[in-house]
């Protein structure tokens, strides 16, 4: 009983303790829930009307486009630069599929297998034209070679025999797919802005109006009084006539995406003189090496160039501009003298091994010989070769030997920017620059043959083969760490914003601004490496100071200040840009109404001309244009719709308020150009002009797709 006192006792107590646990085991739970939830937020790389699409999605995606420019500019590795507009065109690709397709669905358009299939047989799509199934004869897309190819992937794909023709098949067998799918969703957006330029219609009197609009012509003695003849100081602007002149601009500032304002100070950490020099003795010692070298493959990789030395015969376009641009002032032998360019920042030498004619493109068709050993293999490859020079078919024998020995082009761009070249390929590819047409050549290539054949050469141009040495002129350690080491310092001593910005430029160091940056950014300033810095960029509060990020080419350091957040919405009259935006209107309403009120009672040339203003003739002017005015050097669509409301020898009925000043005039003469109107053609003519005013339907979709683009946060 004395226990169960106590509990009543403190049965408040036990409650509140119980409750505490509770609400402690429920916060527990919805934390979690959240860190889930938020986790799960950062996988996704944007949404559009609400749908997400995850980071390994795009990533599908952009891979997919990264291998079909490789197979169009047959290239292995694409630089970053190049990477970043294909994660961009993919990105917009997506965004405008989704919205294409959430209307199309409302209106119950599709893209049918038959309609596809049409496409095809008609073969004239742009896009056909970049497949491997183009007739070289006629030069138009075929179909018949494209079911063929398919019918060859499935028969592969079921029995693969040979893992490398089946690696090509599956290359390009996804290169159609691309192709396939591409067309369809082109194909979709094509119906949906046909649907939408069949809502736009004229009539005949719309058309009479718009070419009296076109060919009527006035000419005018013109009277201007230009804004700038009036100081800004002399106009008094008042807080009530901002907020006045914002609300009626108000929908300019509008703001469809969050945007940031960063201040910062970016080192970028150059050579010292003693780094230079070290450089320089190093360079002197490559060229003697180079110069004497018999095979420069040694020196160049001792030297670690940044340019790779192939052996083999290639295009100017493989090398870097400031090297193509001196090869053919150069003797084959001979090397350069060590040479400094200031646009990339290098030391360089080249020594050139030789310089041919050889074609750009070669067709060939090929038989690969495996067997268990190089001495069996050499034995098939005899055979083969023999039998094919004593005319057998080439294809008829391939098949024999599971493949199907058809014809292929190599060009040069496919192998001349590779970052190295084994035995094999090079002399694989020097026997197709070398051969001549229709030789049959034997190949060992590993411990297999190969029986090759050249069936055309084109395009002889000059090829190179060059050893360069090529290396950025960099600092040292030592030099990295004394720039480290100060700025770090400063970073410490001046934690906050305020302090940072003020004692910049007093311990050497220049602030700089960046407006207006989106999370579709993929630099900080056009620094390379700063996707951290981004992430803290759109996580970070108004005024914070960013951590010190090592970023670039390992050559800067970068800290940031969030200096301004612009929410999705209106921009407010307290943004300093849109203060000045609106401010300037005010100035030229003010002195607008100066001018007006100064010509005010004005009925002539004359008149106007004693008031101040600035005369001259001007022609040719039509309702349909607006007219430059040499005088304030700006172009005035309100003069050019007062003058054709005025006839001829009238004089203006009022000062007309122009982007640039005040104008008054008299119209001397009216003319027709001597043109014959066509009812049609302005009909048509009409129904484009109002095709053009809806063509920003797609920025309105945009609107209503809730677009989020995270990509920041992992590109």
Not at 176 to 189: G, H, N, P, V
Not at 407 to 432: G, H, P, R, S, V
Not at 594 to 601: I, R, T
Not at 671 to 679: G, T
């Amino acid at each position: 009983m004395a226990a169960l006192g106590t509990i009543r006792k403190r049965g408040v107590i036990l409650v509140c303790i119980i409750s505490f646990g509770l609400f402690a085991f429920i916060a527990e739970e919805a934390f979690r829930s959240c860190d889930s939830a938020k986790n799960n937020e950062r996988q996704q790389i944007g949404e559009v009307y609400g749908e997400k699409i995850s980071v390994q999605e795009f990533q599908k995606l952009v891979d997919e486009y990264t291998e079909v420019i490789k197979m169009q500019q047959g290239q292995e590795n694409l630089p970053e630069q190049q990477m970043n507009q294909i994660k961009d065109m993919v990105w917009n690709t997506y965004v405008q599929n989704q919205m294409i397709a959430k209307e199309a669905g409302k209106l119950g358009l599709t893209v049918t297998d038959a309609e596809l299939q049409d496409i095809l047989k008609t073969g004239t799509n742009p896009m056909l034209q970049q497949t491997p199934f183009v007739n070289q004869q006629t030069g138009r897309f075929d179909v018949s070679a494209l079911q063929k190819f398919l019918a060859d992937y499935k028969t592969q794909k079921a029995n693969p025999a040979n893992a490398q023709l089946m690696d090509q098949y599956t290359k390009i067998y996804n290169y159609w797919s691309f192709i396939e799918k591409t067309l369809r969703q082109q194909t979709l957006a094509q119906k949906y802005q046909a649907l939408l330029a069949h809502c736009f219609i004229s009539n005949p009197v719309e058309a009479k109006m718009a070419f009296k609009e076109e060919n009527e012509e006035s000419q005018i003695q013109l009277a201007a009084f230009p804004y700038s003849d009036i100081q800004d100081d002399k106009v008094k602007v008042e807080e009530s006539d901002l907020k006045a002149k914002y609300d009626e601009l108000k929908a300019r500032f509008k703001q469809p995406v969050e945007t940031r304002d960063i201040k910062y100070v970016d080192i970028e950490v150059m050579a010292s003189a003693a780094d230079r020099a070290a450089l320089n003795k190093d360079f002197a010692g490559f060229q003697t090496q180079l110069a004497a070298a018999a095979d420069p493959a040694e020196v160049v990789r001792k030297a670690a160039s940044t340019v790779s030395y192939l052996g083999i015969p290639v295009s100017k376009d493989a090398y870097p501009s400031d090297i193509a641009a001196v090869l053919d002032s150069m003797a084959v032998g001979s090397t350069s003298a060590v040479k400094a360019n200031t646009a990339d920042n290098t030391l360089n030498i080249v020594k050139l091994v030789s310089k041919q004619q050889l074609p750009d493109s070669v067709q060939y068709r090929v038989i690969q010989v495996a067997a268990n050993s190089v001495a069996e293999a050499k034995t098939k490859a005899d055979s083969i070769q023999g039998a094919i020079a004593g005319g057998a078919d080439f294809e008829a024998i391939a098949k024999k030997y599971g493949q199907t020995g058809e014809k292929a082009w190599m060009t040069t761009k496919q192998y001349e920017y590779a970052q190295t070249m084994d035995k094999d390929n090079k002399a694989f590819i020097n026997t197709l620059n070398t051969a001549s047409v229709n030789s049959l050549n034997q190949l060992q290539l590993g411990q297999g043959y190969v029986v090759l054949q050249v069936l055309d050469r084109k395009a002889m141009v000059n090829k190179y083969v060059a050893a360069v040495i090529k290396k950025t002129i960099d600092f040292s350690q030592g030099t990295y760490r004394t720039a480290y080491n100060k700025f770090s310092s400063f970073v410490s001593g001046n934690q906050a914003s305020a302090d940072l910005l003020k004692n910049a430029a007093g311990n050497g160091y220049k602030v700089q601004e960046l407006k207006d940056m989106t999370t579709a950014s993929h630099y900080v300033a056009n620094i390379h490496s700063t996707r951290e810095a981004l992430k803290w960029i759109f996580e970070a509060k108004e005024g914070e100071v960013s951590p010190l990020y090592e970023c670039g080419d390992n050559n800067h350091l970068l800290v940031v200040v969030l200096n301004k957040i612009h929410r999705i919405g209106y921009r407010d009259l307290s943004d300093p840009d849109v203060k000045e935006m609106v401010k300037a209107e005010v100035i030229k309403d003010k002195k607008a109404e100066l001018l007006m009120a100064k010509v005010n009672g004005v009925k002539s040339i004359a008149a106007a001309k004693a008031k101040g203003g600035k005369i001259s003739s001007v022609n040719q002017i039509t309702f349909a244009a607006p007219t430059f005015i040499a005088a304030t050097g700006a172009s005035e669509p309100a003069l050019s719709g007062a003058v054709s409301a005025t006839k001829k020898g009238a004089f203006s009925a009022h000062a007309v308020k122009g982007n640039a000043g005040v104008y008054l005039f008299q119209v001397t003469n009216k003319s027709n150009r001597p043109v014959k109107f066509d009812e049609k053609t302005y009909e048509q003519k009409c129904r484009q002009k109002s095709m053009q005013y809806a063509g920003n339907f797609m920025n309105e979709l945009y609107m209503k797709a809730h677009v989020v683009d995270n990509r920041y946060l992992f590109f």
